[in-house]
């Protein structure tokens, strides 16, 4: 029996997918639940897996073809078994040559743009030219003539980047966006981490970075300061009861915002785990819906990259996100004396139409005291005194 495969619905507002990559090619043996393709949203990358065991028949959308929601992409079935025909374009196709193969999509935006087929280079399966070989070919062609210049690469705005683009903007745009910085030393997070390393990976089966321990301190902060915490709607701050902590993770061309929910009554050990499991999900395309929604407050972290201070972009509609650099040895002085200590640039960009300066500086200066602080340390993770 033949199976239609059709973009799912990932979430209420998704309306369509962008498919990124075929696991598969056509003819190739495919099991119940194994990965097929890898889809893009405007929000996640996912993997869409078959839901019976049989052979790839026939792939209907290439890579790079945006698919509405519920459009049948592939067939699955057995051999010999017949595959529906697919309804041509109503626009009439560019002229082709005799060898060309080409999508309905990409026929139709090729006698639309007045595109000869053959000079286009297919990336789908067998060579086949999809619509995104046929829109790079119009944006070189445009950006060649733009410029004046030799162009290397164009490379087409993603599901991803797009929104990452619309969002940026629109944070910048819509808010008051003010970022403090503070360079402070973090000799006592150092020490306790390194302390606690063995005993996390004892535990868990995973190193400790300082992204949860990061979570776990945020967290402790956003309830001491609950205007933190909050979103502006219309007319009215909603300070939220919940404490959902995303974090930054890079990805192909972009960026998710993975999150860890109720960071502030989960264990040390139980944040290290999804922490590290929600990372491996956005890396490998994996991430549901649900695991990058509901944030209230974002940290990024850039100082595996060397960087030291940067102004992080508030992810909406939160009000306050948290930047933090790399960790590196300075001379400070201590009395009359210069001595080495590992210090940090934490920068808090905060959106100055709900909170005051004040009021995010007693927020930072909160968090800072409690990575300074052994003892507040210990009490926020969880670790035993001696």
């Known amino acids: 029996m033949v199976i239609e495969i059709k973009i799912p619905k990932l979430g209420l507002t998704m309306t369509k997918g962008f498919i990124k990559k075929w696991l598969k090619n056509e003819?190739?043996?495919?099991?119940?639940?194994?990965?097929?393709?890898?889809?893009?949203?405007?929000?996640?990358?996912?993997?869409?897996?078959?839901?019976?065991?049989?052979?790839?028949?026939?792939i209907l959308a290439g890579v790079g073809s945006e698919v509405p929601v519920g459009q049948v992409v592939a067939y699955v079935g057995e051999p010999g078994e017949s595959v529906p025909g697919i309804t041509p374009s109503p626009v009439a196709p560019a002229p082709l040559a005799p060898k060309v193969k080409a999508t309905p999509r990409a026929k139709a935006l090729a006698q639309k743009e007045g595109i000869d087929l053959s000079l286009v280079k297919g990336t789908g399966p067998e060579g086949l030219i999809t619509e995104s070989d046929v829109l790079k070919y119009v944006h070189e062609a445009r950006a060649k003539t733009k410029l004046g210049l030799r162009?290397?690469?164009?490379?087409?705005?993603?599901?991803?980047?797009?929104?990452i683009a619309e969002r940026m903007t629109a944070s910048l745009r819509d808010m008051a966006q003010v970022t403090l910085f503070r360079e402070e030393s973090v000799e006592t997070l150092v020490k306790l981490k390194n302390e606690l390393d063995p005993i996390i990976h004892r535990e868990t089966g995973f190193r400790l970075t300082y992204t949860p321990i990061f979570i776990k301190i945020v967290a402790e902060g956003l309830r001491k300061f609950p205007l933190i915490n909050s979103t502006l709607e219309e007319d009215a701050i909603k300070v939220v009861d919940e404490v959902n902590v995303g974090f930054a993770v890079a990805v192909d061309h972009g960026l998710v915002v993975p999150v860890v929910k109720d960071a502030d009554v989960k264990d040390l050990k139980t944040v290290v785990a999804e922490v590290n499991e929600l990372a491996r999900k956005a890396r490998e395309g994996g991430l549901t819906l649900d695991e990058v929604q509901c944030g209230t407050f974002t940290i990024t972290n850039l100082g595996m990259y060397g960087v030291e201070g940067f102004t992080p972009v508030i992810n909406t509609p939160q009000v306050a996100i948290l930047g933090i650099g790399r960790?590196?040895?300075?001379?400070?002085?201590?009395?009359?004396?210069?001595?080495?200590?590992?210090?940090?640039v934490f920068s808090l960009t905060f959106d100055h139409r709900v909170v005051d300066g004040h009021t995010a500086a007693q927020f930072l200066d909160a968090v800072i005291r409690i990575m300074q602080s052994e003892e507040e340390l210990r009490r926020v993770l969880a670790i035993p005194s001696h």
Request: hydrophobic letters at 40%.
């Open 327 to 344: 960790i590196v040895d300075k001379p400070v002085l201590v009395g009359d004396k210069l001595v080495s200590k590992p210090m940090v």
């Open 27 to 58: 003819g190739e043996r495919v099991e119940k639940d194994e990965a097929l393709f890898i889809i893009e949203t405007e929000k996640i990358t996912s993997t869409v897996t078959s839901p019976v065991s049989g052979y790839l028949l026939k």
């Open 151 to 163: 162009v290397k690469e164009v490379i087409p705005l993603t599901p991803l980047r797009r929104t």
